[in-house]
């Protein structure tokens, strides 16, 4: 069982979509929660991280975790078609090491 | 925008070659990481390094070794090319704090023939 299960999709929406992207994980241990956003030949770059249970907005981005089912949420509100690229959960444990754990992603188009 | 940098983009070489994938970074920071990626599938550790000197092993067993010589560079070689080598590598550095802010660059897509 892979520590972290991401819905692969593809998704694909109209703009002004409310979207959802979702991941579960396995491991009680983690405590930090970050959303990836990849764009076509492009490295990941950080979007949103959290720590521990509980809701972070930044714009029209909400992540969201509960900790008690080991779900993790990525909202994205009024999206648009600059919004379109791969969506990836990561997810680490505390301590020295503290490497990340990456879903498989999500693909998301947005369409004008 | 992050300044990680990592050359060549685009590889197509034959099997039985030795290549270097170079990482540099500009940002000074301690931590620096290899990562295999395969369409659709998840990010895949296969080094790391948290100083000059210091290399591991990731999760994912590899057959490319790394060098941590000086901090900025972050360079992975594969002594003799293979096609199950076909992959997308992407390099990334950390500071110190989180272990979340990683920071990637555009990744080299290496085709082993």
């Known amino acids: 069982q892979k520590e972290v299960e991401q819905d692969p999709g593809p998704l694909s929406v109209p703009e002004g979509a409310i979207v959802s992207l979702n991941c579960t994980y396995s491991?009680?241990?983690?405590?930090?929660f970050m959303w990836y956003r990849q764009y076509s030949r492009k490295g990941p770059e950080l979007l949103m991280y959290?720590?521990?249970?509980g809701n972070k907005e930044d714009g029209r981005f909400t992540a969201q975790v509960d900790k008690s089912s080991k779900y993790i949420s990525l909202f994205i509100r009024d999206s648009q078609p600059s919004d379109s690229a791969t969506y990836l959960c990561a997810t680490s444990g505390s301590g020295s090491a503290r490497q990340l754990t990456f879903g498989s992603g999500t693909q998301l188009t947005v369409l004008p | 925008e992050a300044d990680i940098y990592q050359t060549p983009r685009y590889l197509v070489i034959g099997t039985g070659k030795k290549i270097t994938l170079e990482c540099s970074q500009t940002m000074g920071h301690d931590k620096m990481y290899w990562y295999q990626q395969d369409p659709g599938m998840e990010l895949h550790l296969i080094h790391y390094?948290?100083?000059?000197?210091?290399?591991e092993k990731g999760d994912l067993s590899s057959e490319s070794t790394v060098s941590r010589i000086r901090t900025e560079h972050f360079p992975l070689t594969l002594e003799s090319a293979r096609p199950s080598h076909t992959s997308q590598y992407l390099c990334?550095?950390?500071?110190?704090?989180?272990?979340?802010?990683?920071?990637f660059g555009p990744g080299t897509r290496l085709t082993v023939t």
């Open positions: 390094s948290y100083g000059v000197n210091s290399t």
């Open positions: 990334a550095s950390s500071e110190g704090g989180g272990p979340y802010e990683q920071y």
């Open positions: 959290t720590y521990s249970s």
């Open positions: 491991n009680s241990a983690f405590q930090y």
